[in-house]
């Protein structure tokens, strides 16, 4: 059964219900190098939306147009490929290759398990609740534009204002570990060369926009998997007693450490700060939202790349922490800091086994995953700063999107935050970039969150203006219990950190340091309320009422009960193999 309407070729025009004219840009029609966005052409302003996003129903030609009219201005430039890493390895970085090891040392190898898988539950939640809305509303903007429709145009302001800060915050932080990851082989450059190297790297692919963006993470995926999976293999060798002779795993390991130096570093007090470590190592994972609007066919990508998800957190991130723990004690002093690539456990294991060569792999492994999220900063917050713009909550300036479906003036104020890498060259450093990582340390969860509180709105007005939840595309594993699970996760964990922000582990001399210890772990709850209360003071708005909700504005699904029952009923039909594939890996 075809349950989707062909697409009606770009820069085209007819007219809506209305009778205005809705006309088409076709990128096809430009030069290669337009479209690639390294000639002047591809600067110029876009003159219209691409109508380039399938909409499935039997509607009627006027209808889809009008629905293809208020598509994002961005192009669907990206593949079912690209969307899939995004998915699976776009988050595996510096989180998990250094800033495990510092939990490790807070935390403890039962720690770090529990923190993570805490955090996998409640990320596994958030990416169902992700796919359901994205599917049906490829939004530019992606969970900012939700929390703008189904929550309340003040809380998306403050939302969305505060992704867009988290993302343009952790870009110089990011190339300032490519910086300090570089000094594992050579401490003769300065540091400063290494940012600017970095940041030009970084401004290069962004000179290719959407596309270029994809492709490398699309790669860079790949090798962050292959060594990761390489690394498990190692790891259960080495615990086994398989390492090298001479190397400290060339004898059975197994849980020794667990017992010896012991399972808990800390104690309750090192689980709960583990858990911002977590949240920072999979912050990221909601870009596949963000992503869905520059697909053409959400429906048929978005599934695989939402259960992808479940999968690297269990096969990539859970295995890997365990033989961390297993292999590497938290007394080790190389963990101490867990800021360059020296205090990476990944590369300790391998020194450890003294496995030549392959800690270099590794390390330069950490730098792609550096470069890899610095392009994923741009990426997110250009496209949020786009989008707020669009709803009148930042300058109109950032609606400009080019030929090249770059949104130009958004991509350029993202970039410009990375020369405050610098600082790290001078004294003070340290300081100003303990307060750059306040303002992102919970950044992330709230943006979590919103998005199942979103969904738990959505699905109310759903089912308040009498639809059935048999219409969705894609439904959340989870339904809406599966979003209050996350948004409960997401509360407990702020409770945790609110717990270590005043009792942090080591405890504080004076009430000074314990205000300072204070807002460094929690500074972004003020910023949030901050830009909350102003928002609302700016445009007074109040959260939607259920039945106030628009469910129809940007809507590309609309297929009745009836054809997806129909759809479901002949996909049952498949073989048992086909089924089991499309039950863990698509749709």
């Known amino acids: 059964m075809d349950i ?55 509607l009627s030609e006027a209808e889809i147009e009008k629905i293809k009219s208020e598509t994002p201005m961005l192009q669907a430039k990206m593949k079912k490929r690209h969307l899939t890493m995004i998915a699976v390895g776009g988050s595996i970085g510096t989180g998990l290759f250094v800033g495990s090891g510092s939990a490790l040392k807070v935390g403890g ?10 955090m996998g539950v409640m990320l596994v939640n958030v990416t169902q609740a992700i796919g359901e809305m994205s599917i049906l509303y490829p939004l530019s903007g992606g969970f900012y534009m939700l929390a703008n429709r189904f929550l309340d145009p003040g809380f ?37 060369v290494w940012i600017t190297v970095f940041w030009v790297v970084i401004m290069i692919i962004c000179l290719f926009g959407t596309l270029g963006y994809a492709e490398e993470e699309f790669w860079s995926s790949c090798l962050k998997l292959l060594i990761v999976v390489m690394f498990v293999f190692i790891g259960i060798i080495c615990i086994c007693g398989g390492g090298p002779s001479g190397g400290q795993y060339d004898h059975y390991i197994g ?20 858990f911002v470590t977590a949240a920072f190592a999979f912050s990221g994972t909601e870009l596949v939202g963000l ?4 697909t053409p066919d959400p429906r048929a990508t978005m599934p695989g790349a939402v259960k992808g998800t479940f999968w690297r957190i269990t096969v990539i991130y859970i295995t890997s922490l365990t033989i961390i723990g297993l292999l590497v004690p938290w007394t080790d002093e190389r963990l101490l800091g867990g800021t360059s690539a020296a205090a990476s456990p990944f590369v300790i294991v391998l020194d450890n086994a003294k496995i030549p060569g392959l800690n270099h792999l590794v390390n330069a492994t950490i730098c792609v995953s550096v470069l890899s999220i610095g392009l994923s900063c741009v990426y997110a917050g250009s496209r949020t700063l786009t989008a707020l713009a669009e709803t ?120 000074a340091a314990r205000a300072q210890s204070f807002f460094e772990a929690y500074l972004a709850a003020p910023v949030i309320l901050a830009f909350w209360i102003g928002g609302y003071v700016w445009k007074r708005t109040m959260p939607w009422r259920a039945h106030e909700i628009d469910l129809d504005t940007g809507r590309k699904s609309w297929l009745t009960v009836e054809e997806m029952r129909q759809y479901r009923a002949e996909r049952k039909t498949a073989p048992l193999y086909v089924r089991i594939y499309r039950l863990l890996f698509t749709n």
């Open 4 to 58: 989707g309407k062909e697409k009606l070729a770009p820069d085209t025009a007819s007219a809506d219900s209305t009778g205005n004219n809705i006309q088409f840009y076709d990128p096809s029609k430009e030069s290669i190098w337009t479209r690639l966005g390294v000639n002047w052409e591809s600067f110029k302003r876009a003159p219209g939306v691409t109508g380039d996003r399938l909409v499935a129903g039997d």
């Open 109 to 118: 190898p039962a720690a770090i398990l529990i923190g993570w898988i805490i």
């Open 156 to 192: 998306a302001f403050a939302m969305g204002w505060n992704y867009f800060l988290q993302w343009a915050v952790v870009l110089p932080l990011e190339i300032t570990v490519a910086g300090t990851t570089v000094q594992y082989w050579t401490e003769k450059v300065p540091i400063a």
């Open 255 to 274: 849980g020794a450490l667990w017992q010896n130096p012991g399972a808990f570093a800390n104690g309750f007090q090192g689980v709960c700060s583990v």
């Open 291 to 294: 992503a869905a609007s520059e």
């Open 392 to 511: 009148g909550y930042a300058p109109r300036l950032f609606t400009y999107v080019d030929k090249s479906s770059r949104p130009l003036f958004s991509v350029i104020a993202v970039l410009l935050f990375a020369p405050i890498g610098y600082v790290n060259v001078i004294a003070a450093g340290d300081t100003v970039f303990l307060w750059l990582q306040a303002i992102s340390g919970l950044s992330v969860l709230f943006t979590w969150g919103a998005i199942c509180l979103c969904h738990i709105r959505f699905r109310r007005a759903w089912y308040v203006q009498g639809h059935s939840v048999e219409e969705l595309p894609f439904r959340a594993l989870g339904g809406v219990w599966g979003s209050w699970l996350g948004l409960s996760l997401v509360v407990i964990v702020m409770i945790a950190q609110f717990y270590v922000a005043l009792f942090p582990v080591g405890g504080v001399s004076n009430g």
